[in-house]
């Protein structure tokens, strides 16, 4: 069940309210900040759909915790009133479909961080910190290797589960821990190989809409995927699919 929640709640930086102000200029809509009892896993989501636009929280808490949440799901709004574009799965074999998607989200997360992450920083958030907590974690390699069976087309190579995860590790950790991490998935070769290639394109990609457009496709392109499954800024067919939901942050515990 969806219940609004009061703004009034919650301490947020004046760079977050800028940000509400302009998702809100540029939608003409009022950004709603919601509480959706019914989200597992992650701690929430920034939703852009026609006549939508709002920060949904896991729990409605006015703590520190949640605060951070809500300036980093404006955040991935506030890219989208700069003209980042929507990516979305061209392709409607239903095997294909859920996983691809949650990888081109995942995808699509990894790089709008790099544009809004240093931002939080100055201001006082440190979102790198969850992730280095998350993936540092002694277990990470074997909740990976764990979610290889998940897989639904058997013998694909990489493993894009664990792939987007050690990509993450080498987007969203300081290089030590970074290089720690991927030293212990030293077994993990071709997804090793595939995070490194990956976070070489993101982080050379210029962070701007056409950057963030060209690093989606050679991404695919990279990952071994057909350029025409993936269709980036153009119009969506449903209003689902806009949803700008990420797998990788219900990982992430953000
Ligand atoms: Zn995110």
New binding site residues.
């Given amino acids: 069940m969806l219940t609004d929640l009061s703004w009034d709640a919650f301490v947020l930086p004046a760079e977050a309210l800028r940000w509400r102000t302009d998702i809100e200029r540029a939608s003409d809509l009022p950004v709603r900040l919601l509480q959706d009892d019914e989200m597992t896993g992650a701690e929430g989501e920034a939703w852009s759909e026609p006549g939508l636009r709002a920060v949904v929280l896991a729990e409605a808490a006015p703590s520190p915790a949640n605060a951070m949440t809500i300036v980093?799901e404006l955040g991935?709004l506030k890219l989208e009133t700069e003209g980042w574009p929507h990516c979305y799965l061209c392709h409607d074999d239903p095997r294909w479909i859920e996983w691809h998607y949650a990888l081109i989200s995942d995808l699509v997360?990894l790089v709008?961080?790099q544009a809004f992450f240093p931002t939080m920083l100055r201001i006082g958030l440190d979102p790198y910190a969850a992730s280095e907590a998350d993936l540092a974690d002694p277990d990470v390699l074997d909740e990976l290797r764990n979610l290889a069976p998940s897989l639904p087309l058997p013998g694909l190579k990489p493993d894009w589960a664990i792939t987007m995860q050690l990509l993450r590790t080498l987007l969203e950790c300081r290089p030590a821990i970074a290089e720690a991490i991927l030293r212990d998935a030293a077994q993990l070769g071709p997804e090793v190989r595939m995070a490194r290639d990956l976070a070489a394109i993101i982080l050379a990609a210029p962070l701007t809409p056409q950057g963030f457009a060209d690093a989606m496709r050679a991404c695919w392109q990279a990952m071994g995927f057909a350029p025409e499954t993936l269709c980036v800024g153009e119009e969506e067919e449903t209003s689902e699919v806009a949803v700008l939901s990420?797998g990788l942050?219900s990982l992430a515990a953000?």
């Fill in positions: 980093h991935h997360s709008e961080h990420t942050d953000e």
